[in-house]
């Protein structure tokens, strides 16, 4: 079948195992070696056969390779389990999870069980091949979990239903734009971006995806395949473009699970032959809106199906068929709402915090840090010290940053932001504690990590 040519058909996720037309691919791998429908529907047969004779209810997958993933995730449910995501698969972080699954299901990725029963995907050997019905959606549930950007993860439930809403407005939205493409990601199917951008919408378009992962900005920039190829990215990976050589051509470019810098939107034009899609949302909420940015106070736009309002204290609550359709549901965000469903966001509530019975806006010290001529990147967290609450800063130098740190000391570099920070921020908005670095540290999904950046300042003493 010529894959440029095609037109795109949709397959609702309810159906997904009940198509009759078996002929189109579902995946590849690094090789380019395709796994075809047909083969699909057979392993998630196969593999819905074993798990319906489980006993255990709550399944939690964890996966590298996301054509198993896709295989156990579709056979969970049509084995009518409780699908668990995790998002992380450190041994100590998936254990402080395991008491939200009975069991899991795993490829080579788990190294540590965290709990007794589990299984991986490669020992599955039942013959119980039969046909699925179709899924009731609404009566299949999944639980994932938040990033953990600003404290300890936690679960958050929705079902089925809510994600087959979504996919759908992403077709609306994108589908001719992707046209027949092939998909790649640098981000994991484990979290609700890649869960929907990297697997599910393509399965239910019939787009084939990559099994794996772009780690480096190389892979990005130096693969060239045959077929046209659509990015599912993050905004550190875009951002990281800038420090290599090369370029390549994408049909569409996504960005999503953190803020994405104008830097990295012009990196993605250089690069990549345009302005990534970038899309605002949660775990929560799912996806809220979409812009191509092309300056930093580029609006963003509501996804069509969302009605919006705004609270006494100016958040964005919606009424969303991505969350609850009959229930408005408030979010920490800061907005004004503009005509023609648009909209411009300006920080999260919940980064405003009180120390000393003043209220301080973390993201507004960040600002303020990043306007001086030293500083590229700025993250500013609370810290306990006794008796007292105080800032702590982890800021990423530039050129005139590390310029002006050699030629005097450090403690004098101090002093120096200090006095240029008083100027917009009051002493106690005034960041106390100071850490530098190449980077700041990102998880996978390119959010920050409260834990790493606490990390920084346990160690080393000011």
Same mark, same amino acid.
């Given at each position: ?5 095609r037109?795109?058909? *949709?397959? /609702?996720?309810?159906?997904?195992? $009940?198509?009759? %037309? ?44 996301? *054509? ?56 599955? &050997?039942?013959?119980? #091949? ?15 979990f ?17 994600? +087959?809403n ?7 939205l ?5 046209? /027949? ?23 239910? &378009? ?22 046209k ?6 905004? /550190? ?23 994405? /810098? ?17 899309? *605002?949302?949660?775990?929560? &909420? !799912? ?10 106070? +580029?609006l ?10 705004? $609270?006494?204290?100016?958040?964005l609550e ?12 408030p ?60 800032? !702590?800063?982890? #800021?990423?130098l ?12 450090? !403690? ?23 850490? &530098? ?8 999904? !390119? ?11 346990? %160690?080393?003493?000011?």
């Amino acid at each position: 079948m010529d894959k440029e040519k095609r037109s795109m058909s *949709y397959t /609702a996720l309810s159906h997904l195992i $009940n198509q009759k %037309d078996l002929t189109h691919n579902v995946c590849f791998d690094e090789q380019h070696t395709y796994v075809s429908y047909e083969q699909f529907q057979h392993d998630v047969q196969r593999v819905c056969g074993y798990l319906s004779h489980q006993p255990e209810k709550k399944w939690a997958l964890c996966f590298d390779d996301s *054509y198993q993933f896709s295989v156990s995730f579709l056979a969970l449910a049509h084995a009518g389990k409780h699908i668990i995501l995790p998002g992380n698969h450190q041994p100590a972080a998936l254990t402080e999870l395991s008491e939200h699954f009975d069991a899991l299901l795993h490829d080579d990725i788990i190294q540590v069980m965290p709990c007794e029963h589990h299984c991986h995907y490669q020992t599955i &050997t039942d013959n119980v #091949i039969s046909v699925l019905s179709p899924l009731v959606l609404g009566n299949i549930r999944l639980t994932l979990f938040t990033s953990g950007s600003t404290d300890t993860p936690k679960p958050i439930e929705k079902t089925l239903q809510l994600l +087959s809403n979504e996919i759908q407005q992403l077709e609306q939205l994108w589908g001719d734009k992707l046209d /027949a493409t092939e998909i790649y990601s640098t981000v994991s199917h484990q979290h609700i971006y890649g869960l929907l951008f990297r697997v599910l919408w393509p399965l239910c &378009t019939g787009r084939a995806f990559s099994r794996t992962n772009f780690i480096y900005p190389e892979q990005i920039l130096s693969h060239q395949p045959e077929h046209k190829k659509t990015l599912i990215c993050s905004p /550190a990976l875009l951002k990281r473009l800038a420090d290599h050589e090369g370029y390549n051509r994408y049909q569409m470019v996504f960005s999503s699970g953190g803020p994405l /810098a104008i830097e990295g939107a012009e990196q993605s034009e250089i690069k990549l032959s345009l302005r990534p899609f970038e899309v *605002y949302g949660s775990t929560e &909420t !799912g996806g809220v809106g979409y812009r191509q940015q092309m300056e930093p106070t +580029s609006l963003w736009t509501f996804f069509p199906s969302h009605q919006a309002r705004l $609270n006494i204290e100016h958040c964005l609550e919606l009424l969303s068929p991505f969350i609850d359709e009959s229930l408005w549901y408030p979010t920490s965000d800061y907005c004004d709402l503009l005509d023609n469903g648009q909209f411009m966001l300006k920080g999260r509530v919940d980064r405003v915090i009180k120390i000393e019975e003043k209220r301080l806006s973390l993201t507004e010290v960040e600002k303020r840090l990043m306007q001086l001529e030293w500083i590229d990147e700025a993250a500013v967290i609370p810290m306990e010290e006794v008796k007292r609450t105080v800032l !702590g800063a982890v #800021i990423v130098l530039s050129d005139a940053g590390n310029k002006s740190i050699q030629q005097g000391s450090k !403690g004098k570099f101090w002093l120096k932001l200090r006095s240029e920070l008083r100027e917009w921020l009051e002493p106690v908005g005034i960041p106390r504690r100071f850490r &530098t670095v190449k980077e700041i540290p990102l998880n996978s999904q !390119g959010k920050r990590q409260m834990h790493d950046l606490q990390q920084l300042f346990n %160690d080393v003493n000011d």
